[in-house]
């Protein structure tokens, strides 16, 4: 099945040369463009691009079953959003008013509400009620041109509720044409019972949890949330090694609420990537030079909370890279829409256009283990991508922010 995607306005983020698995520094701030482009599709796989000039001379070559116009539109490689909690039960507006009259994340967390509140909605809950529910916010993300999700559990925060919200993801994995990458956070949060006694948590996520999710391969990655008022960096410890014997490697909540030692424990463990970085001092920059972690930054968090900025000018300027992920949740950030992270990166962030544009695919995508695959148009990756509505230039894109700017969206080269 070939499938022509013809008059393309302006093809973004092409590849001709080796793919990258991911950019940093200065690199960020290239993307490569073919204005007037033609895109060829084969069996879900992206077979060629070019300028429509070259189409004539190839045509004869391919036997096209489907032909697109795209006259005055752009196209785009999907966003890979690498941060996400999509599968919970009950939104949490009443906190978010709390929060209006003054109550900080923390406060709230302490006296039972914050992802206590979910965990309870979400033990309530079935395991089909969650998949619909997942299921039809995954759908809406794809539409606003999400190409690729990580998915975390820990909402549950029990054995039996965490192998609950595991296996959803799984469900999901296996009827979604979206490529889905599951992460185990049991330690998202510590339990009433436990309190005064973490230590025990702990003992529960290694001991008991973590063994039933390896031996069902219900996961990828597994995650902590290494921060003050939550897990220490022993805590921390303790779980990745123990994750990290069962396969899974790691992908940390680090540095949101203080400098916690998250980063240096995350890059310690090899993680593919530290999430958060609201706090980060030059210690924790100087840390992730040369590491194989991917600094995630989640606009869509600190915008909620009012928190301060995660440095990413500097970090870029330090030759870092810069990924940026919704964190899609009830409490910290109730919108997957990665357009409007696009946006947020530059308006907020400062990054170009083109940063931005690397922060939310390859970046994120290096973030999820999936940049050989997706993230940019590559001959030979997968073929998700968006046909945007019509606009005068890319970076139209991140400008016209809270408008939605995708026409046609696409997942292994079939519209959806
Ligand atoms: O990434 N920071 C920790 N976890 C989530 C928030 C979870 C919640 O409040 O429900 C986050 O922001
Ligand atoms: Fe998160």
Redesign the pocket.
Known sequence: MQTLIKNIKELVQVETGQPKLRTQGKEMAQVETVKDAYLLVEDGTIKAFGPMSGWKAESGKWKVDKEVDATGRMVFPSFCDSHT?LVYANS?ETEFVDKIRGLS?EEIAKRGG??LN?AKATAAASEDELYDMARQRLDEAMRLGTGAIEIKS??GLTTESELKLLRVIRRLKENSPMTIKSNFLGA?GIPMEYRGRQEDYVDLVINDMLPCVADEGLADFIDV?C?QGFFTVADTERILEAGIKRGLRPKI?AN?MAVSGGVQVGVKYGAISVD?LEQMGDAEIECLKGSDTMPTI?PG?AFFLGLPLSPARQMIEAGLPVAMAS?Y?????PSFNMQLILSMACIRYRLTPEEALNATTLNTAYAMGVSHELGTIAVGKRANFFISKPMPSYAYMPYAYGENKVERAFINGQEI
């Open positions: 909690h949490r994340y914050g992802i979910s820990g909402y998202h949330f921060d909540h949101e958060h989640l968090c964190d949740n009830p409490g910290t950030s």
